[in-house]
């Protein structure tokens, strides 16, 4: 769903922007950047970064510039804290209308805009893959009841998605699951509040911090300010603006309108109308444009400050690695992602040599998942980590449909080089685990913190707070870029075995996400671990590093348990 559930949730306080809040608010404050520090020295459920930065001093190891792919919505290539680490492409003269590298990509100076049209338009909204499965196979199957034991490969796979898509469509436990009366109430009282608030404050953009300092005086200012910082507070925005609010706000009730549209009518072709490729032919591929930024960048911004923000410059916040270079691939809509623009997208990365893809972004249905798997084997070939989140939904994902994934539809082959991340918190925050975030014993490789990231956001020199899996997931692809960065000869899979064999349990059992049940780590993920990058670096440095672009199977010359 677009960016990993951008709209994922909904309680009694409207807490409605998944990729901002999921209703787990925080019991105590936790400090910016709570994610980097330490237990022990700290006493916040981080990821010892510091530790491991005084590590590889110690050791006096060099650092090397590590390229990172963020395949998402887009990002602010004008940022303070982005803009001086963001790839530029060495053989592409910007702005001259030249394929200047040969690539089949005209003027890819940050990277390419696989959403984009020739016309310089962008998809920005696009529907759901359920819904578009449910159309596609709707006059196929549609009241007619079919016994599965009479079908058998690819016809017994296609019927069972029909059952599926036809219960995200029509409900039974499915897709739509909210009042939108009630929503279109709200979100109009919202903005109400907000037009009072601005006459009042004398200013049109104002956060929710400036809220909180605001003295009102007559009743509309208190009952405006009341309402709309209850919403701040418990979608944990109180940095951000009330112009992000109001946007998050009317793209959730776009999204919840479209899924109740979905069962009477086929979705628009919100794609094909801008992009112009032939959707069916894989081999289409030099299509989109170079805009990688286009109207929607928060995610990916966001997403890019966690991987690599400039590090101790006195502004904002810092980045996990310190030495990258981050090239956008916009290939994510609000909506669902397509999976040719999700498989060319991985192909770009690692032929304009992106040492680890973050995949913030996921869904319920793929289609056309051999393309993606094709792509995720050639990352493999190219020696490239691919890093990707669990999902928002609280559910087990050993059981649930959830795509991308590393396992091939057509072999059952298991992407080696595949990390797939939950979300952590802290006890100050909410506890161990976010109450929003996918598990699996099989499927959920390692935790790492997701919930109120402090991260870059559009605006040049804004910052604010985020969660969600889609937040985990760059901690841990940052994780990795540092560990290549100070040993590059590192294997995608001696990178994973470092990370995963480093992850700290929790001393305590945790609460099984969606429920209150408390378990072991162990239970709902593989590792059974925090990530923990002062750890992974430890292991690390007793790996004999493996050949760049020749697979290796990790060695540890003093085997820890």
Request: proline residues 4%; aromatic residues 8%; neutral net charge.
């Amino acid at each position: 769903m677009s960016t990993l559930g951008k709209v994922m949730g909904l309680s009694s306080a409207l807490v409605f922007t998944g990729m901002l809040a999921f209703g787990q608010t925080s019991k105590t404050e936790v400090p910016k950047g709570w994610h980097l520090l330490d237990k022990t020295k700290d006493g916040f459920s981080g990821i010892s970064l510091q530790q491991a930065y005084d590590f590889v001093k110690e050791k006096k190891l060099k650092s090397n510039t590590v390229l990172v792919a963020v395949i998402d919505s887009g990002v602010d290539t004008l940022h303070e804290d982005l803009k001086d680490i963001l790839w530029r492409n060495p053989k592409e003269i910007p702005g001259n209308g030249i394929d200047d590298d040969g690539n089949g990509y005209i003027d890819d100076v940050y990277g390419w805009n696989f959403l984009g049209g020739k016309d310089g338009r962008n998809v920005k909204q696009d529907s759901y893959e359920g819904a578009r499965v449910y159309h596609t196979l709707k006059t196929k199957y549609a009241g007619q009841t079919i016994d599965t034991a009479s079908l058998t490969g690819e016809a017994k796979a296609e019927y069972l998605t029909w059952l599926r898509a036809k219960k995200s469509v029509e409900g039974d436990g499915g897709e739509p699951s909210v009042d939108l009366f009630m929503l279109k109430n709200a979100l109009k009282s919202a903005k109400n509040s907000d037009s009072v608030l601005r006459i009042s404050l004398k200013k049109d953009v104002y956060t929710g911090n400036d809220l909180d300092s605001f003295s009102a005086v007559s009743p509309a200012e208190k009952s405006a300010k009341g309402g709309f910082l209850y919403l701040f507070r418990a979608n944990q925005m109180m940095e951000s603006t009330n112009k992000d609010f109001i946007n998050g706000f009317e793209e959730f009730v776009t999204g919840e309108e479209k899924k109740a549209e979905a069962k009477e009518k086929a979705p628009p072709a919100y794609r094909a109308d801008i992009v112009g490729d032939n959707e069916a032919d894989i081999n289409d591929k030099y299509y989109g444009n170079p805009d990688v930024m286009a109207s929607t960048p928060f995610h990916g911004t966001h997403v890019s400050g966690i991987i690599g923000a400039i590090r101790n410059n006195g502004k904002g916040m810092d980045g996990v690695a310190d030495n990258v270079r981050i090239m956008t691939v916009r290939a994510v809509p609000d909506g669902d992602e397509h999976d040719k623009d999700i498989a060319l997208a991985i192909r770009y990365a690692a032929d304009n040599g992106a040492k680890v893809i973050n995949m913030s972004f996921g869904k319920g249905f793929s289609p056309e998942k051999t393309w993606v798997d094709d792509a995720v084997k050639y990352a493999e070939s190219k020696g490239v980590l691919l890093v990707h989140a669990a999902g928002n939904d609280a559910k087990n994902v050993d059981s649930t449909e959830n795509y991308p994934n590393p396992v091939a539809r057509a072999d059952q082959y298991r992407a080696p080089n595949w990390i797939t991340v939950g979300a952590s918190g802290d006890p100050k925050a909410g506890g161990i685990t976010a109450s929003f975030s996918n598990y699996g014993k099989s499927e959920v490789d390692v935790f790492a913190p997701g919930v109120r990231i402090y991260s870059t956001i559009p605006g040049g020199t804004t910052y604010g707070n985020a969660q969600g899996t889609s937040m985990a997931s760059p901690v841990v692809a940052g994780a990795a870029a540092f560990l290549l960065s100070y040993f590059p000869n590192l294997t995608p899979e001696q990178v994973k075995y470092c990370i995963e064999h480093s992850a700290t349990a929790p001393a305590d059992k945790v609460r099984k996400p969606g429920t209150d049940n408390m378990v072991a780590l162990s239970e709902i993920s593989k590792t059974g671990g925090l990530l923990n990058v002062y750890e992974a670096a430890k292991i690390a440095s007793t790996l004999k590093q493996g050949k760049p672009g020749k697979k290796a199977k990790p060695s540890m010359r003093n085997k820890k348990g």
